[in-house]
């Protein structure tokens, strides 16, 4: 049985599983007797008083196991429940007469269904936090335990119909061979803490929690984002030779070559401070993309705290290159501090650069810290979701200003390289005029593929269109390769399909000399770029380019070589 979903974290798993259900009595039923408004009041503060200590707890482990910057999404949660509005709601419902574990309940409810309601998938992603924070109000005001998260006693595939931030760090890591879920988004707190720990993981399963018992064996792909409940002697074997294939791939320390002598720079895409040490564990040759979104989490970060951050980066890269995106918030990414209103539209909307362009104190903060940071070490800046020559004109303006801000203040600096990613159809059409002005290229095939197709990237309805090997998405990219061949500048992919080996050789053959992809998946393509040969990889480009369909493409790649 098949369940199709949403790849989350990449990385697949073949193992058994352990399945778990969140149950709970309704507001109405849980936690028996009333005992008067007064005594359920307080047992309610008491409630959170408990709660909001354990949060403050778990963002202390938390940072510890995930990175500092995490620890953000915990004390995210802690505030919520200290907002006034979370005691008067509990008022009414008592004074309705339900008790305190109810009423908790019942508050976290009503919330998750408003965040539902909310533009976008950001917020409704994280509407099952709430859930979960509802449920722990109720236990700790009925003086229950947490009594359902199941302990791992052997290297399991968790399958569940949804998991909160606080489930996830309270598991058993080591013993997680990867995380199904029924609910959930690419963007959702699990997605995002399940790549940092590199567990491969499927989102958006439907029902899959519901189909299967613990113990059966199951398969998972994190990549492509699929379920399987018994997989067939055929699949066994392709996802176990997967996993014999991930052993076998000691990581590369070094840059690696193509069999004809082309240098590949193979660097890691990271979203916090912490995943800087997993890449260089990893054998990254540095960072390719540094999603700095994790800065603006909570609010809008300083110029220090942010110059702090990508200090440490370079500090673990050891020499090795930084590229900092600036801020890619906006799209489905929520950003409360900014006050932004909501949109029809959001990923066709006021986001990552067009937001920098008009709140131009926001960007000159991120690029001032960005200069500084390239006094320490080889950093280069990034702008997102450029459409057109004069924006880009516009950002180096700004990057110009900054420079002879901070020469007057006495502060050191370095001008780092700067460039754009080409992720819509847009860029890739202007590449010409683009690769005059730009320093690099990199490739944003993630978005690239939902502009070019008109395929919301996160929406499973519509997940069988959203293919980036669909040759209307590869001519775009075949023409800002050859834009940026001719102007004489690099240009690297950092989508997701620069970790899909079988895209491997046509991504070579386009001409791109930089890959940057999710960490695990590094030694892997390390490893497969020494077996190529540029001139049959650029062969191969040439035949794909002139296919009509994504499974034409796909069916030529997987008979290559
Ligand atoms: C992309 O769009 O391909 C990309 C790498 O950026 P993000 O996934 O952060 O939008
Ligand atoms: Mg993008």
């Not at 305190?100 to 998750?112: D, N, R, S, V």
């Not at 998991?163 to 963007?187: I, M, N, Q, V, W």
């Not at 895409?269 to 700095?292: F, W």
């Amino acid at each position: 049985m098949r369940f199709e979903g949403i790849g989350a974290s990449p990385g697949t798993a073949l193992g058994r599983a352990v399945v778990f259900v969140h149950r709970l009595p309704a507001p109405e039923n849980s936690a028996g007797v009333f005992l008067g408004v007064e005594e359920e009041l307080a047992r309610f503060r008491g409630a959170v008083k408990t709660v909001h200590a354990r949060l403050l707890d778990l963002a202390k482990e938390g940072g510890e196991k995930f990175g500092a910057d995490k620890a953000g999404i915990f004390e995210g949660y802690a505030e919520i429940l200290t907002d006034d509005e979370i005691e008067e709601r509990a008022g009414a419902f008592i004074s309705g007469g339900l008790t305190a574990a109810g009423a908790g309940q019942k508050i976290m409810e009503e919330l998750a269904g408003e965040w539902e309601n909310m533009e976008g998938p950001y917020m409704a992603q994280r509407a099952s936090d709430l859930r979960d924070l509802g449920r722990k109000l109720s236990l700790a005001a009925s003086g229950g335990e947490d009594p359902e998260l199941p302990s791992l006693s052997e290297p399991s595939i968790l399958v569940a119909d949804e998991l909160s931030p606080f489930e996830t760090a309270a598991l058993d890591h080591r013993l997680l061979k990867a995380l199904a879920l029924d609910s959930g988004g690419y963007t959702g707190h699990v997605a995002i803490l399940a790549r940092s720990l590199g567990i491969p993981c499927a989102v958006g399963l439907g029902g899959a929690s519901s189909q299967v018992k613990s113990g059966e064996l199951c398969a998972l792909d994190g990549d492509r984002g699929f379920f399987i409940l018994n997989p067939g002697q055929n699949e066994i074997e392709i996802f176990n030779s997967r996993e014999e294939e991930k052993a076998s791939f000691a990581p590369l320390p070094e840059t690696v070559c193509t069999r004809d002598g082309v240098s590949i720079s193979v660097c890691a895409n990271i979203g916090s401070v912490a995943e800087a040490t997993l890449a260089k564990e990893r054998g990254a040759d540095g960072v390719g993309l540094l999603r700095t979104e994790f800065l603006y989490m909570n609010r809008l970060p300083g110029e220090d705290e942010q110059y702090a951050a990508y200090a440490r980066i370079l500090e673990t890269l050891d020499g090795r290159p930084l590229t900092i995106r600036t801020m890619d918030i906006g799209g489905d990414k929520e950003f409360p501090a900014l006050g932004l209103a909501r949109e029809e539209n959001p990923f066709l909307g006021f986001r990552a650069i067009r937001i920098g362009l008009k709140e131009r104190g926001v960007l000159k903060t991120q690029i001032r810290a960005i200069l500084r940071a390239s006094a320490l070490g080889k950093a280069e800046i990034m702008f997102p979701m450029i459409i057109s020559p004069g924006e880009l004109k516009e950002a180096k303006a700004m990057l110009e200003e900054c420079g002879k801000e901070l020469e007057k203040g006495g502060l050191a600096w370095g001008r780092p390289p700067a460039g754009i990613m080409v992720e819509t159809p847009a860029a890739a059409l202007m590449a010409g005029e683009l690769a005059a002005e730009a320093e690099f290229f990199s490739l944003g095939t993630n978005d690239l593929t939902q502009y070019t197709l008109a395929v919301d990237r996160g929406n499973p309805k519509v997940a069988s269109l959203y293919d980036p090997l669909n040759p209307a998405v590869l001519r775009l990219m075949a023409m800002s390769a050859d834009a940026a061949a001719k102007a004489g500048i690099p240009a690297g992919i950092c989508g997701e399909l620069a970790g899909d080996e079988t895209a491997l050789p046509l991504l070579l053959g386009l001409g791109l000399v930089k890959l940057s992809l999710s960490g695990p998946k590094i030694p892997l393509i390390k490893k497969a770029i020494q077996n190529l040969d540029t001139d049959s990889c650029r062969a191969l480009a040439r035949e794909t380019l002139a296919r009509a369909d994504a499974g034409e493409v796909r069916a030529l790649l997987q008979r290559f070589p």
